[in-house]
T-cell receptor, first 113, second 114 residues
């Protein structure tokens, strides 16, 4: 158990819908990272927050957005969902930013039908 | 910017045999280096990390990795593989300065046969 929690574990929704994925980092970790993992694209970095501020952006679509709240939990919002958004979404946290070791949550499996 | 290459997409070893997974990185200085393991349907678990000092790093589950600056490599080894080691292994590299997150390799899938 890494100490990073993610909810929900599984999510099934239809195309065009909007979903919110939630992440709670390890106690004391200020950095939160979001990743998308799919069979064809592998592990893709989406976005990073540090103590509430966006610090780095990767291959995140405009339909996706994220934020980190004062209590340091983070949410990833995915809208206008497409079939191709079906993937595992991981959250990771680290005590420092940006290149320190990261601890991954168990992931949210999103299925878009 | 840093980059990392895992040349082997899939490796199959016999239980009890030794294992070496390759990782090569590109970076202008000595980076931070990591190995992660992912079992099917699970998150990534940190196996070991290199920041500085001894170039031979010990990790969990009996794994070790050696940092070789001259070869820009950070290969993962285990002397005797167990069936439970079957998983996907990811090498990652981090810059010591700047604001760039970790860069992950594409992973090596390890199969273990009896």
């Amino acid at each position: 158990d890494s100490g990073v929690t993610q909810t929900p574990k599984h999510l099934i929704t239809a195309t065009g819908q909007r979903v919110t994925l939630r992440c709670s980092p390890r106690s004391g970790d200020l950095s939160v990272y979001w990743y998308q993992q799919s069979l064809d694209q592998g592990l893709q970095f989406l976005i990073q927050y540090y103590n509430g501020e966006e610090r780095a952006k990767g291959n995140i679509l405009e339909r996706f957005s994220a934020q980190q709240f004062p209590d340091l939990h983070s949410e990833l919002n995915l809208s206008s969902l497409e079939l191709g958004d079906s993937a595992l979404y991981f959250c990771a946290s680290s005590p420092r930013q940006p290149a320190y070791e990261q601890y991954f949550g168990p992931g949210t499996r999103l299925t878009v039908t | 910017a840093q980059s990392v290459t895992q040349p082997d997409i899939h490796i199959t070893v016999s239980e009890g045999a030794s294992l070496e997974l390759r990782c090569n990185y590109s970076y202008g200085a000595t980076p931070y280096l990591f190995w992660y393991v992912q079992s099917p349907g699970q998150g990534l678990q940190l196996l070991l990390k290199y920041f500085s000092g001894d170039t031979l790093v010990q990790g969990i589950k009996g794994f070790e990795a050696e940092f070789k600056r001259s070869q820009s490599s950070f290969n993962l080894r285990k002397p005797s593989v167990h069936w439970s080691d079957a998983a996907e292994y990811f090498c990652a590299v981090g810059a010591r300065s700047g604001n760039t997150p970790l860069v992950f390799g594409k992973g090596t899938r390890l199969s273990v046969i009896a």
